[in-house]
């Protein structure tokens, strides 16, 4: 799995230089996120990410879904976990929410190799 953040998408390679100009901005919401999220409280970070990545889902936010679902793979969060929530994002959004829920599932497996019959 590729882990800049420009692999999920080439705008994020400008994510710096926004921050200098941002007067703050990105460094408070990277600061609220690693409270919210990515730290454990009553609820795992694990799945605080996969919440997260459901709402990007929902917001059709591709880099958002590609990024929590890495961070949630990241945390410890299963494959059966993932399932689970993008089951969520499936039924309550219909043919639109399984499109998004497969582009997350994606995310997810970005950057790993695919089995083949014929690798060795």
């Known amino acids: ?16 230089a926004y921050a200098k100009i941002s007067r703050g901005t990105s460094a408070a919401i990277h600061k609220m996120r690693q ?5 454990d409280g009553a609820v795992p970070a694990r799945l605080k990410a996969l919440a997260a990545m459901l709402w990007a889902v929902s917001a059709r936010c591709e880099p958002c879904l590609k990024y929590y679902a890495r961070e949630a793979k990241r945390l410890g969060a299963t494959e059966q976990e993932l399932g689970d929530f993008l089951a969520v994002a499936a039924t ?17 497996h970005d950057g790993e190799e695919a089995a083949s019959c014929c690798s060795t």
């Open 92 to 108: 309550m959004g219909g043919c639109v929410g399984e499109m998004w829920a497969v582009k997350a599932y994606a995310g997810w």
């Open 35 to 39: 409270q919210a999220i990515f730290s």
């Open 1 to 16: 799995m590729s882990d800049t953040l420009e692999s999920i998408d080439p705008a994020l390679a400008q994510l710096q």
